[in-house]
């Protein structure tokens, strides 16, 4: 348990290895992950009495995947637990890591024609809901460019619904790097921007997203950094026919990665 609270903390994840998975449905997806492509990759389940008999499907497949389960108390689940409503399941996970280069190489599958760059994204839940988007809609992978939130925080684990566990995840890249690898595999570099020339719709309808496309999108209070945003192929903007300003970040990356996804 000891070293398990210590991954609460993002040097402890870096330093172990390892990271939380804390809920039923996070957790599920991981073990399911386990069982058939991964085994090996959840070291541990801890639960209190309450949440092990609730789900008890859980422990059945911790034990096929040769995971050890381990009844808590109701604190020592929270202990375990980053956010203010703790479910009383966490399991423990390898990282998930995946070279850029090696997302781009196609090894063990085809080359992306959809990934989603994360530029200096700070919150945990814009994060998790663009993960979770990401999955929903086949992208290819996830890149947490420059100094973005940690992937593994558990905020971030818990907003992505398990779609942590099925996509590949890149993180820490520069931001510059990322985009001149991803433009050097073939991708089209979009740069989400409410300022952007360029209208999603006229996009669209040009047939310019059936190419393979990486989307960019960038901090929730100072956007994309400027060399970026002036690097991509096109700056692309939402219309917004009713009276909100702009669109939350995680709302944005949704349509964006839709309106490509629909067209590949």
């Not at 209208?199 to 400027?226: H, I, K, Y």
Request: charged share 20%.
């Amino acid at each position: 348990m000891a070293a398990a609270r210590k991954l609460t903390r993002p040097a402890g994840r870096t330093a172990a290895g390892r990271f939380l998975a804390e809920g039923p449905q996070a957790v599920r997806e991981a073990l399911r992950r386990a069982l058939t492509r991964a085994p090996g990759s959840v070291l541990d389940l801890f639960g209190t009495v309450t949440a092990l008999g609730r789900h008890g499907d859980l422990g059945d497949m911790a034990r096929d995947a040769g995971v050890r389960v381990t009844p808590v108390t109701d604190e020592a689940a929270a202990g375990l637990s980053e956010t203010v409503t703790p479910q009383g399941i966490v399991a423990v996970c390898a990282r998930l890591d995946v070279a850029l280069a090696e997302v781009l190489s196609g090894v063990g599958a085809a080359p992306p024609r959809l990934v989603a760059v994360l530029a200096e994204i700070r919150d945990p839940g814009n994060a998790g809901t663009v993960l979770r988007t990401a999955g929903a809609i086949g992208a290819g992978a996830v890149v947490f460019a420059g100094d973005s939130v940690d992937p593994y925080n558990g905020k971030c684990v818990r907003a992505s619904a398990g779609s942590l566990f099925h996509l590949p995840i890149v993180s820490g890249v520069p931001v510059a790097a990322a985009v001149a690898s991803l433009r050097g595999a073939g991708l089209q570099i979009l740069a989400a921007d409410a300022d952007g020339e360029t209208d999603l719709e006229d996009l669209s309808a040009a047939g310019a997203l059936a190419r393979p496309t990486a989307w960019v999108f960038g901090n929730e209070a100072r956007g994309l950094p400027e060399s970026v945003a002036m690097s991509a192929d096109s700056r692309v903007a939402i219309a917004l026919p009713g009276q909100a300003e702009s669109l939350n970040l995680a709302a944005a990356a949704a349509i964006c990665l839709y309106a490509s996804a629909r067209t590949t």
